[in-house]
């Protein structure tokens, strides 16, 4: 059993930068492949972005693609999404997600089987 706890969400206006935040209680945090999904008021979850057990690949949504970067880091059990010029319609709950396996580029919600209770980001114009 993996606990995801997500920060770092708020108001931000547009163009503006946040970073979240997600800390996983585990030990064994090199085993999981990581995402970030969002999901919006009466909208699916959608996928943003994964990243492989070390940080060494990364995949992205063609939505947030050169906005936003994910990163890892494996002492701290942590993985971050650096989300800069950001827009209105980024304004979504933001979720990490995580699954014990090897390296996969994992782009729907069904792939994965530990979520965080998410983190609410509001981007006003």
């Known amino acids: 059993q993996v606990h995801l706890v997500e920060s770092g969400g708020g108001l931000v206006q547009a163009g503006g930068s946040l970073r979240l935040s997600c800390a996983a209680s585990?030990?064994?945090?090199?085993?999981?492949?990581m995402g970030w999904f969002r999901q919006a008021p009466g909208k699916e979850r959608e996928f943003v972005a994964t990243?492989?057990?070390?940080?060494?690949?990364?995949y992205y949504a063609d939505l947030v693609k050169g906005r936003f970067t994910t990163s890892r880091d494996n002492a701290k059990n942590t993985v971050y999404l650096q989300m800069n010029s950001l827009k209105p319609e980024d304004t979504a709950l933001y979720y990490c997600a995580a699954d014990p396996r090897p390296w996969k580029t994992l782009l729907t919600p069904h792939e994965y089987s530990y979520w965080g209770q998410g983190t609410q980001v509001t981007v006003s114009s």
């Open positions: 585990t030990r064994s945090f090199v085993n999981y492949v």
């Open positions: 990243i492989s057990w070390n940080g060494g690949s990364t």
